[in-house]
């Protein structure tokens, strides 16, 4: 049993430590004693109750509501944005700047890391960087083709572009259309030596940033030209998908819909995603919940960006099915 005296000497080192801000190794030489003991000392202070640690949450933080996606969906990580208004245009500005401050913080030193193209969310994360990297990236990997409408200028190279000069990486483009129009055209695009080069360059990627994306194309990518048909949609849609990722759709519990869609798509595949270390799926809005749920459920993502108001749907979505 800890005796009075003892007490008083824990938490006389406390004091040094959390009010006086001393090092462990100055307050072992300052009592004379080794610096395991202080460690020793400051653990039973806490079990003691002599110092409680709290955390104020600063206003528009979502520490519980993270916490609880994160655990249902057994996610490494779960940022939370904070937007005054459930408006697609205001989502799309705070979730690009919820992401930006993310990548910024946990990005390494040589990482590889893979964009996919035509994402306004991804977009807006871009732009919200700044230029003052301390580090480095090794590469910046277009897992997606770019190519499409020459009248489009948010051209899907634009954000590999830019992201490499921030992160003063080797830019590595897809030189390719994101779905090409028969699997004729396809085979021979894949025998590019260009496109094979990228294609081969995605088994080193470490860090995936990806949009996800609803059944209805964004005005982004339907601008881009990288668009299906309406009998193709159809098609997509009896097979009761609910959203894609890189193009590739799939169902309310992630499964892949095997469709001949996927016989014309250049880039990486939801099975190739899944062997990479981070996957961010950045995306927010009404219209995007179902994709957003169905690609937590199939781990095709193991971190999420997103906003209060989807992650409030998200979390009835939880309660409805406890």
Same mark, same amino acid.
């Given at each position: 049993?800890?005796?009075?005296?003892?007490?008083?000497?824990?938490?006389?080192?406390?004091?040094?430590?959390?009010?006086?801000?001393?090092?462990?190794?100055?307050?072992?030489?300052?009592?004379? +004693? /080794?610096?395991? @003991?202080? !460690?020793? &000392?400051?653990?039973?202070?806490? %079990? $003691?109750?002599?110092?409680? *640690? =709290?955390?104020?949450?600063?206003?528009?933080?979502?520490?519980?509501?993270?916490?609880?996606?994160?655990?249902?969906?057994?996610?490494?990580?779960?940022?939370?944005?904070?937007?005054?208004?459930?408006?697609?245009?205001?989502?799309?500005?705070?979730?690009?700047?919820?992401?930006?401050?993310?990548?910024?913080?946990?990005?390494?030193?040589?990482?590889?890391?893979? +964009? /996919?193209?035509? @994402?306004? !969310?991804? &977009?807006?994360?871009?732009?919200? %960087? $700044?230029?003052?990297?301390? *580090? =480095?990236?090794?590469?910046?990997?277009?897992?997606?083709?770019?190519?499409?409408?020459?009248?489009?200028?948010?051209?899907?190279?634009?954000?590999?572009?830019?992201?490499?000069?921030?992160?003063?990486?080797?830019?590595?483009?897809?030189?390719?259309?994101?779905?090409?129009?028969?699997?004729?055209?396809?085979?021979?695009?894949?025998?590019?030596?260009?496109?094979?080069?990228?294609?081969?360059?995605?088994?080193?990627?470490?860090?995936?940033?990806?949009?996800?994306?609803?059944?209805?194309?964004?005005?982004?990518?339907?601008?881009?030209?990288?668009?299906?048909?309406?009998?193709?949609?159809?098609?997509?849609?009896?097979?009761?998908?609910?959203?894609?990722?890189?193009?590739?759709?799939?169902?309310?519990?992630?499964?892949?819909?095997?469709?001949?869609?996927?016989?014309?798509?250049?880039?990486?595949?939801?099975?190739?995603?899944?062997?990479?270390?981070?996957?961010?799926?950045?995306?927010?809005?009404?219209?995007?919940?179902?994709?957003?749920?169905?690609?937590?459920?199939?781990?095709?993502?193991?971190?999420?960006?997103?906003?209060?108001?989807?992650?409030?749907?998200?979390?009835?979505?939880?309660?409805?099915?406890?």
């Amino acid at each position: 049993m800890t005796t009075s005296d003892e007490l008083r000497f824990i938490a006389r080192v406390a004091r040094m430590y959390y009010f006086d801000n001393m090092k462990q190794p100055d307050i072992a030489k300052h009592l004379y +004693i /080794s610096q395991a @003991s202080v !460690s020793r &000392l400051l653990k039973k202070a806490s %079990l $003691n109750g002599i110092v409680q *640690i =709290s955390i104020n949450e600063p206003k528009g933080t979502f520490l519980e509501l993270e916490e609880r996606i994160k655990q249902h969906f057994n996610l490494s990580e779960v940022i939370i944005a904070s937007c005054e208004q459930d408006e697609e245009t205001q989502i799309f500005s705070r979730i690009g700047q919820a992401a930006a401050q993310f990548f910024s913080a946990t990005m390494q030193q040589d990482e590889v890391i893979g +964009i /996919s193209s035509w @994402s306004e !969310s991804l &977009l807006n994360m871009v732009n919200n %960087l $700044n230029n003052n990297f301390k *580090i =480095s990236a090794k590469k910046i990997i277009q897992i997606q083709g770019g190519i499409g409408s020459p009248t489009v200028q948010k051209h899907a190279s634009i954000l590999s572009s830019k992201l490499a000069k921030i992160t003063h990486a080797e830019q590595i483009l897809l030189p390719a259309q994101g779905i090409v129009g028969s699997t004729e055209a396809r085979t021979i695009l894949m025998a590019d030596p260009f496109v094979q080069a990228t294609l081969e360059q995605f088994k080193e990627i470490t860090m995936a940033l990806v949009g996800i994306g609803p059944i209805s194309p964004e005005k982004l990518l339907a601008d881009s030209g990288n668009i299906l048909t309406k009998a193709e949609m159809n098609t997509i849609a009896q097979k009761k998908a609910v959203g894609d990722i890189c193009l590739h759709f799939y169902n309310n519990k992630g499964k892949p819909l095997q469709t001949a869609i996927d016989q014309r798509i250049i880039g990486i595949t939801l099975e190739q995603l899944k062997t990479i270390p981070r996957v961010i799926g950045i995306a927010g809005g009404k219209n995007k919940i179902e994709a957003i749920l169905g690609a937590l459920s199939g781990r095709l993502i193991n971190i999420l960006i997103t906003d209060q108001f989807t992650a409030m749907r998200i979390i009835k979505s939880i309660d409805q099915q406890s």
